[in-house]
């Protein structure tokens, strides 16, 4: 399971020109799937996005978390972080999980997101999704478990 984690001021997704869901601020997190990932890496992923310290305290020091902050999180499903880019220019997503066990390990997710007292907004699984993304920083870290 791999997490792109960035920090935002706001995070607006929609699809077919209707607007799903938006956060005032907080963290984007585009989860990719990969095949072989359990219940537990979800647990795992979980917990360390709502422990993650990449929020600036008063000194300016990054030392505070999403639940800190009182921010939100986005989390969007993106099978294409396990594109392989080793032979040629078209990426191959044979690391990536299929769409419907996939679809329930990002749902089990998010379960666990909100159990750790955090506000989740979700993307739609498996649309063509348009997000309109204003980043804080630029903060972004990548974590895979």
Excluded: W
């Excluded at 305290?57 to 986005?74: C, F, H, P, T």
């Excluded at 040629?88 to 390990?105: D, H, V, W, Y």
């Amino acid at each position: 399971m791999k997490a792109v984690i960035q920090r935002v001021k706001r995070v607006k997704l929609s699809v077919d020109g209707e607007l799903i869901s938006e956060i005032p601020f907080g963290l984007a997190v585009y989860l990719g799937v990969k095949v072989g990932d359990t219940p537990d890496k979800c647990a795992a992923v979980a917990k360390k996005i709502a422990a993650l310290r990449i929020f600036e305290d008063d000194i300016g020091k990054m030392n505070l978390s999403v639940k800190d902050v009182g921010g939100e999180v986005m989390l969007i499903s993106q099978f294409t972080l396990y594109g392989d880019l080793s032979h040629g220019n078209r990426p191959s997503f044979t690391e990536a999980e299929r769409p419907e066990p996939a679809k329930a390990l990002y749902e089990l997710v998010a379960e666990n997101l909100r159990a750790q007292g955090l506000t989740v907004k979700q993307g739609v699984f498996g649309a063509d999704m348009k997000i309109e993304q204003y980043n804080d920083g630029p903060v972004t870290v990548i974590y895979e478990i």
